[in-house]
T-cell receptor, first 116, second 111 residues
Framework: ETGVTQTPRHLVMGMTNKKSLKCEQH?????MYWYKQSAKKPLELMFV???????ENNSVPSRFSPECPNSSHLFLHLHTLQPEDSALYLC???????????????FGPGTRLTVT | TQLLEQSPQFLSIQEGENLTVYCNSS?????LQWYRQEPGEGPVLLVT?????EVKKLKRLTFQFGDARKDSSLHITAAQPGDTGLYLC???????????FGQGTELSVKP
């Protein structure tokens, strides 16, 4: 247990569906991250939130929409996805000081997403 | 674009053997982290190396940061089946506030 939980753990959705991924951290951190992990590719950073404010959007398509209502919760809203979006989506959190994020990140177990 | 190249990508060895995983880049990093990821789980941080030439040991695992802070290695002595997993290196770029990950080394240790 790393203190970061993600639900659901597995999700199968059609290309026209709308679904959401949820992440919750119990570590008192102020920065949260979404990563995409595809087979044989490095982890890709998607979004960074620092004190609920989005500080990084790594050229992610608009069919992925993040939401961070508070420092403990992070959502990733999905709509009209493509089969190539099938991957493991990982959430992470870290400490943050005066706007600078601590680089030691704690990861959740991930959501295995399959788009059919 | 900053890249981290990990090698080998796959490694299958017998219990008791030694192995080394390499992480190389043409870029300088302010520090470098090693993570281990087991199937169905997220990556777990093993160690952070900060100073060029630094060596850190974690039981049978030895981590080294290159003098120029562009490369790192992970050496496992007398590997055990419990060491099986995906090993990821991640470079920290000063001022960027994010990690650059290598593609990972998938290690399988057979009893």
């Amino acid at each position: 247990e790393t203190g970061v939980t993600q639900t659901p753990r597995h999700l199968v959705m059609g290309m026209t569906n709308k679904k959401s991924l949820k992440c919750e951290q119990h570590l008192g951190h102020n920065a949260m991250y979404w990563y995409k992990q595809s087979a044989k590719k490095p982890l890709e950073l998607m979004f960074v939130y620092n004190f609920k404010e989005q500080t990084e959007n790594n050229s992610v398509p608009s069919r992925f929409s993040p939401e961070c209502p508070n420092s403990s919760h992070l959502f990733l809203h999905l709509h009209t996805l493509q089969p190539e979006d099938s991957a493991l989506y990982l959430c992470a959190s870290s400490q943050s000081y005066a706007g600078f994020t601590d680089y030691e990140q704690y990861f959740g177990p991930g959501t295995r997403l399959t788009v059919t | 674009t900053q890249l981290l190249e990990q090698s080998p990508q796959f490694l299958s060895i017998q219990e008791g053997e030694n192995l080394t995983v390499y992480c190389n880049s043409s870029s300088v990093f302010s520090s470098l982290q090693w993570y281990r990821q087991e199937p169905g789980e997220g990556p777990v941080l093993l160690v952070t190396v900060v100073t060029g030439g630094e060596v850190k040991k974690l039981k049978r695992l030895t981590f080294q940061f290159g003098d120029a802070r562009k490369d790192s290695s992970l050496h496992i002595t007398a590997a055990q089946p419990g060491d099986t997993g995906l090993y990821l290196c991640a470079g920290v770029v000063r001022g960027r506030g994010k990690l650059i990950f290598g593609q990972g080394t998938e290690l399988s240790v057979k009893p």
